[in-house]
C-alpha cells in the first residue's frame, strides 16, 4: 500500500513538474512573439513607411526566428516579399503581373507560380 502512495505521489509530481514547465514554455513562446511584433512593426515604418504596402509578423518557433511578410501592390503588380528580421535578409519575392506572368525566388531557388511561391515560404511562415 505505501508503495502505491509513493507512487501516486510521485506521478503528480511529475506531472505538476511537466505543467509548470509548459506554462514557463509558453509565456517565453508569447514574450517572443511579440518582440518579434513589435520589431516587425519597426522595420516596417522604417523600410515600407507611406508604400501602400502591409506587413504580416510571424515568430517560427521551430526556427527561433522572426519573419516579415510584406504584400501590396506596385500600380498593378501584385508584390510579396518575406524577411528574416533577425539578420534583416531577404528570404524571397513574388511579384505577379496583370497578364498572369510571375516573377518569383526564395532563397537561390527560382519558383515559376505563386503557388509555387507559397509552398516555399510556407517553412518560414509556419509553426
Same mark, same amino acid.
Given at each position: 500500500?505505501? %508503495? ?12 505538476? &513538474?511537466? *505543467?509548470? #514547465?509548459? @506554462? ?29 504596402? %502591409? ?12 519573419? &516579415?511578410? *510584406?504584400? #501590396?501592390? @506596385? ?29 518569383? %525566388? ?22
Amino acid at each position: 500500500m505505501k %508503495s502505491v502512495h509513493q507512487l501516486i505521489l510521485l506521478s503528480s509530481l511529475v506531472i505538476l &513538474i511537466i *505543467v509548470g #514547465g509548459c @506554462s514557463d514554455n509558453r509565456k517565453i513562446d508569447y514574450q517572443l512573439q511579440e518582440q518579434c511584433g513589435k520589431q516587425c512593426k519597426e522595420w516596417f515604418i522604417r523600410e515600407y513607411d507611406g508604400t501602400g504596402y %502591409s506587413y504580416v509578423n510571424h515568430y517560427n518557433k521551430k526556427l527561433n526566428r522572426c519573419f &516579415i511578410f *510584406v504584400f #501590396g501592390y @506596385s500600380g498593378d503588380v501584385l508584390n510579396e516579399v518575406i524577411f528574416d528580421i533577425n539578420d534583416n535578409t531577404k528570404i524571397g519575392g513574388v511579384s505577379v503581373f496583370p497578364n498572369g506572368g510571375v516573377f518569383c %525566388s526564395v532563397l537561390d531557388k527560382v519558383c515559376k507560380s505563386r503557388g509555387e511561391w507559397k509552398k516555399l515560404i510556407k517553412p518560414y511562415m509556419e509553426e
